[in-house]
């Protein structure tokens, strides 16, 4: 009865002044808790403050010595240049008064001057002209060709005659332009006269005169008996084929 008593009362007190003391312990534990708290947390950041002296760290040195190499540029090689010998020039003092020299060159060999004077080997008709650079038709083969020289109108027997002064160069038969006489006549100018009989009047080496006899028409050109009876004439200066016109006209 008496211990319950005491119970009633001290839960009475628990619910009037009890609630208070209790409440205010609790405050009263809070607040010295945190007080410690907070000078716990105050010592560490000055324990953190920045301590004097010098920051900088000295790193050791750990630099590797590389060796250098040496790379051989590229040269080109010098271009030779072939030396030029000097030559010492010699100036020759001449004299106040030199003498005359005479002339020792040659005189000049008038007989392979070429002749200005021409005539025709014979009178006639051309029945067919020169033509090198363009074809002309030949009556004999039926077809279009060049022709080296000048087709002149002439009964078989007609003395044919040299076109200027020269030396008889050669005489020969031609499988197809028959008998040929050739003459030069200096100057690098030369005749040739073919379809002559076979008899000629000169022989090689002989000299002409403008007009000299040569021998006479025959008809010992086959190539050409297409044309009826003529004299073939060709000329030629330095070896190239010309129109003999250039100098019988």
């Known amino acids: 009865m008496k211990n319950r008593s005491f119970l009633s009362k ?6 009037g002044k009890g609630f208070y003391i209790v409440l205010f312990l609790c405050v009263a534990t809070i607040g010295i808790s945190g007080y410690y708290l907070l000078q716990t947390v105050i ?13 900088s760290v000295t790193i050791p040195d750990q630099s590797v010595t590389v060796p250098s190499v040496t790379v051989p540029e590229k ?13 010492q020039t010699t100036v020759q003092s001449q004299p106040d ?17 070429l002749s200005k004077v021409f005539t025709w080997p014979v009178k006639g008709a051309i029945l067919r002209e020169y ?27 007609v003395q044919v005659l040299s076109i200027s002064a020269g030396t008889v160069e050669q ?22 006269y073919s379809n002559l009989d076979e008899e000629t ?33 060709e000329t030629d200066l330095n070896g190239r084929p010309v129109d003999p016109r250039d100098y019988l006209e």
Do not use: C, N
Request: charged content about 20%; aromatic content about 4%; glycine content about 16%.
């Open 43 to 55: 010592g560490g950041v000055r324990s953190t403050a920045t301590v004097g002296g010098d920051a």
């Open 131 to 157: 033509s090198v650079e363009t074809l002309s038709y030949d009556p004999t083969l039926e077809d279009w060709r060049t022709h080296g020289g000048l087709d002149i109108a002439a009964d078989q027997g």
């Open 201 to 233: 009047a000169v022989q090689p080496g002989d000299s002409v005169e403008i007009g000299g006899v040569l021998g006479t028409v025959g008809s010992t050109a086959i190539a050409e008996v297409g044309i009826g009876s003529h004299i073939h004439l």
């Open 97 to 113: 008064d030199p003498e005359p020299v005479k002339d020792t060159a040659p005189e000049p060999d008038t007989s392979q001057t």
């Open 10 to 15: 001290l839960g009475d007190f628990a619910m």
């Open 75 to 87: 040269t080109e090689p010098a271009p030779t240049v072939p030396s030029v010998p000097k030559t």
């Open 171 to 192: 005489i020969y038969r031609d499988g197809l332009m028959g008998t040929t006489v050739v003459v030069d006549h200096g100057g690098g100018l030369r005749s040739w």
